[in-house]
């Protein structure tokens, strides 16, 4: 199986800050790298599929790049809303596997 | 819109089975394979397993072989996860996922369906 790494664990920000959170995986995935939101006692929800592409309805202030084995999530000004934990995920093979999630808190 | 509607929470007892129900609507539902992926309380996510609706074929996670067994009825457009001889760390939020297809991630999610095994 493939292993997602994903670093912090958890982080403090502020309103406005850059935020940037790593997800590594155990060996080369391409670009096949998701990203989802998820807040408390509801499902995730998409924000990033193929390491870099946005779904549609998220805000422009989230970003994902990386190839390999390598990728980042950045939100570039954190808006309220975003205070969420978010999960790295591969789609390279199956067993789909998630990172452990990095909690995103307020300062 | 595309709408995944799952079924109630439940509580079983150890040793016992739970089938959770997963209905799809706003969508052609034998186009997308569905994902079943559950979350313990404060944890992470666990992938399940996969059925395809169109031919009812599955893949299930090395984990849960001989424990899981996922279907589907076309006539309904709802898939189906049967999981068995529940234990205490069964206990999770169980989540339907849609796969858009060519790149494997999860476009749609159910809202999830709590089981609790407890004596």
């Known amino acids: 199986d493939i292993q997602m790494t994903q670093s912090p664990s958890s982080l403090s920000a502020s309103v406005g800050d850059r935020v940037t959170i790593t997800c590594r995986a155990s060996?080369?995935?391409?670009?096949?790298l998701n990203w989802y939101q998820q807040k408390p006692g509801k499902a995730p929800k998409l924000l990033i599929y193929?390491?870099?592409n946005l779904q549609n309805g998220v805000p422009s202030r989230f970003s994902g790049s990386g190839s390999g084995t390598d990728f980042t999530l950045t939100i570039s000004s954190l808006q309220p809303e975003d205070f969420a934990t978010y999960y790295c995920?591969?789609?390279?093979?199956?067993?789909?596997?998630f990172g452990q999630g990095t909690k995103v808190e307020i300062k | 819109q595309v709408q995944l509607v799952q079924s109630g929470a439940e509580v079983k007892k150890p040793g016992a089975s739970v089938k959770v129900s997963c209905k799809a609507s706003?969508?052609?539902?034998?186009?997308?394979?569905m994902h079943w992926v559950r979350q313990a309380p404060g944890q992470g996510f666990e992938w399940m397993g996969i059925?395809?609706?169109?031919?009812?074929?599955?893949s299930y996670a090395q984990k849960f072989q001989g424990r899981v067994t996922m279907t589907r009825d076309t006539s309904t457009s709802t898939v189906y996860m049967e999981l068995s001889s529940l234990r205490s760390e069964d206990t999770a939020v169980y989540y339907c996922?849609?796969?858009?297809?060519?790149?494997?991630?999860?476009?749609?999610w159910g809202q999830g369906t709590l089981v609790t095994v407890s004596s």
């Open positions: 996922a849609r796969d858009l297809g060519r790149d494997g991630f999860f476009d749609y």
């Open positions: 706003g969508y052609i539902f034998t186009r997308n394979d």
């Open positions: 059925i395809n609706p169109s031919g009812g074929g599955t």
């Open positions: 060996l080369s995935i391409s670009t096949y």
């Open positions: 193929v390491a870099s």
């Open positions: 995920q591969q789609s390279y093979s199956t067993p789909r596997t």
